[in-house]
């Protein structure tokens, strides 16, 4: 009986420790993202103005309009391209593919997935903008972000479907229903949720992306043509890369204001993420 105060003891001071080591790796990764954060907003807010959202890049000073259009234009083709192709995989993995099929797609990605940006952004340069002579383009961007994108949106699609229940499955098969019928009315509509999640981290990463842009997208200081070939494409990590390095006041405020509006983006992300998961739930309940 004396041995048992002393095992609780034991067990007590191992929990403490234990959290106390989870706290302080928290910790750890939480405080420098709030310093970062504090940081960015703290320097720009106090130089950002209206400008910066109505006009565009000139020189070193100016506003940022062409590299949030540019953005936002290069979002939705990732959305478009990478996003058609990736939830398509990741319905096939899942769905329809067996065996050898699925282990060597699933590998594809999985090697993908491991590449640096910067070599996917290399390649991108060498085989689009230079052999297929596309030029710095907005096609050549779209499509390195794509690729870049499709592991993390088939990855996040083919767990959803796992995730949904056999019996829905089995259900729809003892009732006769179309295989396809079924996957679209019955089972994506619970896997919804984690297949919107994975398109905007999906998202979030590709418009966050500095190396492969600049290889593939170069910089324009002027609104989208509508060129997909043959013509630049501002975006927002250019200036937040380029401008702050330079000497100049007001390309080191640009810079700032560039960062904050890439934060406030991807908050919005996040956010929207969050509702068209809550009433994808909402619905799938109902």
């Known amino acids: 009986m004396s041995r048992l105060p002393s095992v609780t003891v034991r067990r007590r001071i191992a929990n403490a420790l234990f959290w106390t080591a989870c706290s302080c790796c928290l910790a750890g990764v ?4 709030l310093w970062m954060l504090i940081g960015v907003v703290g320097r720009a807010l106090p130089v950002f103005h209206l400008s910066v959202l109505t006009q565009d890049t000139q020189g070193n000073g100016g506003g940022l309009r062409n590299a949030i259009v540019g953005t936002a234009v290069l979002g939705l083709g990732v959305m478009l391209l990478g996003g058609t192709v990736s939830v398509l995989s990741g319905i096939y993995l899942s ?13 594809a990605y999985e090697v993908l997935s491991g590449v640096p940006a910067i070599v996917l952004g290399y390649v991108g340069y060498l085989a689009l903008v230079v052999y297929f002579d596309w030029g710095f383009s907005l096609a050549a961007g779209v499509l390195v972000l794509s690729v870049m994108s499709i592991p993390y949106i088939t990855r996040a699609t083919e767990s959803a479907l796992c995730a949904v229940p056999t019996s829905y499955r089995e259900a729809a ?16 509509k619970p896997a919804t949720p984690g ?16 190396a492969p842009m600049l290889y593939t997208a170069g910089w324009s200081a002027s609104l989208p043509t509508g060129k997909l070939t043959g ?20 390309a080191q405020d640009l810079s ?7 934060i406030v983006l991807l908050l919005l992300l996040i956010v929207a993420g969050r509702l068209v998961t809550g009433l994808a739930r909402r619905h799938a309940e109902a």
């Open 173 to 188: 098969a003892a009732l006769g229903l179309p295989t396809n019928w079924a996957l679209r009315k019955i089972i994506l």
């Open 231 to 250: 013509s630049p494409v501002g975006y927002l990590t250019y200036p937040i890369w380029t401008f702050y390095n330079l000497p100049s006041k007001t």
């Open 256 to 262: 700032y204001d560039a960062a904050f509006l890439l």
């Open 95 to 107: 769905e329809f593919a067996t065996g050898r099929t699925r282990s060597v797609l699933r590998g």
């Open 195 to 210: 297949i919107v999640t994975g398109l905007l981290v999906a998202l979030a990463l590709a418009v966050s992306e500095t």
């Open 30 to 33: 939480v405080a420098p993202t």
